[in-house]
């Protein structure tokens, strides 16, 4: 019964990708520097050394070692104390998920999280350190693309200083609906406020980037920024579990299921560790391969020498496995402990 269900999700998804709505987005700032065209210093907030590409997404901090996982969107009003009056605004069409009003319970600080249910695959988007929610917002409202949804600030659960107010943008996806599961064997020493939406469960792909190549007309949906994602490492492994991801997300699989059960996986990951591709495999793919192993089929050579902020692979006894990153984001999809 659940493999015929995996395979309408997966048609559903392919229907979905073919026919799944244009892309259309609104800068979630009243800050107009994007859309004129203006160097990135007119609309990203910097860390404080002046310069912006350390507000933008990937390795940009702590000299390329550091992974931000968004943009930070430069403040363009303020009262006359200096706090930010900026509104925030809805980037798509979506479907609020989660309200974070604590300030002091999350490093996002407020923070409110959009899914996008009319985009294939269903991305969210995020946004954080904010100082006030809108009034009235509850989760599981839809709210329209360019709707306010809060106002922008720096609240956050460590010091986000005044002047450097703003907000915290991503566009990503979600690994696992067990992530409290992952999370307890990880015996992090606190509390999970946050539940599935904690940060450590989201993924994101560059949000910059995204707006530059839709307003270039290179890209019309979702599904083209994730078509045009650069493997740069692949992995097979072992295993009947078919991910939750896998179901959210049917448009990322590359084939349907086979008739017989799934024996295994093959994954293509870009630099940030990200499973963008998902081939199911049959027991003659994986016959090499003991139950649970994982094995990395293909690796970028510039990878480790260029991004120094995700481990995603290293060489062990001459041959590569998962480093830390890709290995958290293995043990939250398949369990493996």
């Known amino acids: 019964m659940r493999k015929n269900l995996l395979l309408i999700a997966w048609l559903v998804g392919a229907v979905a990708a073919s026919a799944t709505e244009r892309l259309q987005l609104v800068w979630p700032t009243p800050n107009r520097a994007w859309a004129e065209g203006k160097p990135l210093g007119a609309y990203v907030q910097d860390t404080g050394l002046g310069n912006p590409e350390s507000g933008t997404f990937g390795g940009v901090r702590t ?29 798509m069409d979506g479907v609020v998920r989660h309200i974070n009003a604590v300030a002091g319970a999350s490093n996002y600080g407020r923070y409110i999280v959009l899914e996008h249910p009319e985009q294939s695959p269903a991305v969210y988007t995020l946004y954080a350190h904010l100082a006030r929610i809108a009034p009235g917002l509850r989760v599981g409202e839809r709210v329209g693309r360019g709707q306010m949804i809060g106002i922008m600030g720096h609240s956050s659960d460590r010091p986000i200083p005044r002047v450097r107010a703003h907000m915290h943008f991503e566009i990503g996806v979600l690994v696992t609906r067990d992530f409290q599961r992952w999370y307890d064997w990880k015996r992090f020493g606190s509390r999970n406020e946050q539940g599935i939406w904690n940060g450590m469960n989201l993924m994101g792909i560059d949000p910059l980037a995204v707006f530059n190549e839709w307003r270039a007309g290179r890209i019309a949906t979702m599904q083209d920024v994730f078509a045009h994602m650069v493997p740069e490492v692949r992995l ?3 295993t009947r579990r078919v991910p939750d991801f896998v179901e959210r997300y049917p448009s990322l699989l590359t084939k349907p299921l086979p008739m017989g059960p799934v024996s295994g996986w093959e994954i293509s990951c870009n630099w940030t560790g990200l499973p963008f591709a998902w081939t199911p495999l049959t027991a003659e793919d994986v016959i090499a391969l003991a139950p649970g192993e994982v094995r990395i089929t293909d690796v970028n050579s510039e990878l480790e020498r260029r991004e120094r902020s995700k481990i995603l692979v290293v060489r062990r006894r001459g041959r590569w496995v998962p480093g830390r990153d890709l290995e958290e984001v293995l043990q939250q999809l398949f369990e493996i402990r």
């Open 236 to 238: 097979r492994i072992a």
């Open 63 to 91: 000299d390329g070692r550091q992974f931000h996982e968004g943009i930070d969107m430069k403040c363009v009003e303020r009262d006359r104390h200096g706090e930010p009056l900026d509104h925030i605004f809805a980037a």
